[in-house]
């Protein structure tokens, strides 16, 4: 549990992203284009045995075992891409809502469905009632400042949805839903 909470705030990061969108938009992009070159050429290096003993304490304190073995960095890598996404294709509001969806309410229904997670979905057996009640009433909250009431609701609501579908990492989908459904709606 505790590495997992370890792991979770580096979404926190997120929450820097989505109020500096509205000072410097470029910057936001740059630093999360970094980050994801960084993560990226590492990982390439890492599959060839390059590692910094130095990097790789830090690193362990983040990165599951399933991705050391599978995909090094995939949350991350699919964290940051999504920061640059939202950054691209939506408007500052939506965008600045959007990372903010990404880096709260995935952390809170990770952490609370670690541990009060009790009645799991048939359609995903990681993801629980519990953990996604959590995401959907914190983004809810976030959404308000964004828009009003009734499509906070809404939005919450899919994007809840949306974040339990296993096909998709959630890093990547839950943000973009977001974005996409403030636009449409």
């Known amino acids: 549990m505790a590495d997992e909470i370890k792991r979770q705030l580096i979404h926190c990061s997120g929450i820097i992203f989505s109020i500096l969108i509205f000072f410097s938009r470029g910057l936001a ?11 990226f050429l590492y990982a390439y290096y890492r599959s060839f045995g390059i590692k ?7 690193i362990s304190l983040v990165e599951r075992r399933e991705e050391k073995r599978i995909f090094p960095f995939r949350g991350a890598l699919y964290f940051f891409f999504s920061i640059m996404l939202c950054i691209l294709l939506f408007p500052v509001n939506v965008a600045s809502a959007a990372i903010a969806v990404l880096a709260i309410p995935d952390m809170l229904s990770t952490i609370v469905g670690i541990k009060y997670g009790r009645h799991k979905f048939f359609v995903n057996e990681v993801k629980s009632l519990e953990g996604s009640l959590a995401f959907f009433v914190s983004a809810f909250l976030i959404l308000l400042f964004y828009v ?31 974005g996409l459904l403030m636009v449409v709606l």
Do not use: G, Q, R, W
């Open 148 to 178: 009003d009431v009734y499509h906070a609701l809404l939005i919450s609501l899919i994007t809840t949805c949306v974040e339990v579908y296993p096909k998709i990492n959630d890093n990547l989908s839950v943000p973009l839903a977001t």
């Open 52 to 58: 910094s003993k130095m990097l790789e304490k830090k």
């Open 29 to 39: 992009f740059v630093l999360a284009l970094s980050a994801f070159l960084f993560l």
